[in-house]
């Protein structure tokens, strides 16, 4: 056996995670360029919900003079965040409600956290195993296990992750090329699965002075209806494991022969 890496990554890999890093540092650097010269202190990724009421107070009246630079700077800044897996974009898309509405809300965001997380998907693709082997070796190990169990019918375990919490978004972005999920099932898992909880966040950024905590957003009725949602996603695994064994039995069962 080689000698044992102390850090996880090797210099090529890192180089690779920081020229993507560069490349949104540069886009962002552009949307700046684009806007008037004035105080942009205000401008940081929101911890709290009060620090996230006075992003959505200042950004306001920019999102009806130059709202081109605010989606494309909204976009780059949601994807970079799933992308390098930074906690917070449960603001953006808070934000994406008290700015644009429910429907284009919930369309932006989508768009944003399926960007992101195809983005992670890819990086993970590079450069992902030894670091995801690193800080998940059990839960990696019980996920892909149960992509193996799952493969005949991948798509609705899938659907089933991204609509209920039962494994964390961020994990599942970055561990699904390791564990052999093919992008496409990846991609229409993500887009369709993250729609129901995108609208129950962006609709509740549109009335954002009304929350208190962010333990207001789910409450029983709506980690409910997410998981009977994604019931309703993996029904069709249980019914065909069901028939495989009504198959597999009748193919046991000896045949009688008559006298």
């Known amino acids: 056996m080689g000698k044992a890496r102390n850090f996880p990554l090797s210099s090529t890999e890192v180089a690779m995670a920081f020229a993507l890093l560069g490349i949104f540092g540069l ?3 552009g949307v700046y360029l684009s806007m008037p010269a004035e105080d942009y202190s205000f401008l940081k990724l929101p911890r709290t919900l009060e620090e996230l009421k006075i992003l959505r107070d200042n950004l306001e009246s920019y999102t009806t ?5 605010v989606l494309v700077g909204y976009c780059m800044v949601y994807i970079f965040m799933q ?5 917070g974009t449960i ?3 808070l934000l994406a409600g008290a700015l644009f509405g429910v429907i284009r809300g919930v369309a932006l965001v989508v768009f944003a956290a399926t960007a992101g997380a195809s983005s992670c998907y890819f990086l993970s ?5 030894p670091l995801a082997v690193s800080l998940w070796p059990d839960k990696l190990t019980f996920f892909q296990a149960q992509v193996a169990k799952r493969r005949q019918k991948l798509l609705n375990y899938m659907l089933f ?3 209920t919490p039962t494994l964390p978004n961020t994990f599942i972005n970055f561990a ?4 052999d999920v093919p992008y496409h099932i990846f991609f229409f898992a993500t887009i369709v699965g993250l729609i129901p909880a995108a609208y129950v966040t962006v609709k509740a950024g549109i009335a954002l002075g009304d929350l208190r905590s962010l333990g207001d957003l789910y409450d029983f ?4 209806t997410l998981f009977l949602i994604g019931i309703i996603s993996v029904t069709p695994t249980l019914l065909g494991k069901n028939e495989s064994k009504e198959e597999s039995h009748t193919r046991s069962e000896p045949l009688i022969k008559s006298n």
């Open 27 to 29: 886009g962002l650097f």
């Open 65 to 69: 003079d130059y709202t081109i630079q």
């Open 83 to 87: 992308t390098f897996m930074i906690p």
């Open 91 to 93: 603001f953006m898309s």
């Open 125 to 129: 693709y590079l450069v992902g195993r």
């Open 161 to 163: 992750l991204r609509v």
């Open 176 to 179: 699904s090329p390791i564990v």
């Open 221 to 224: 009725q709506s980690i409910a």
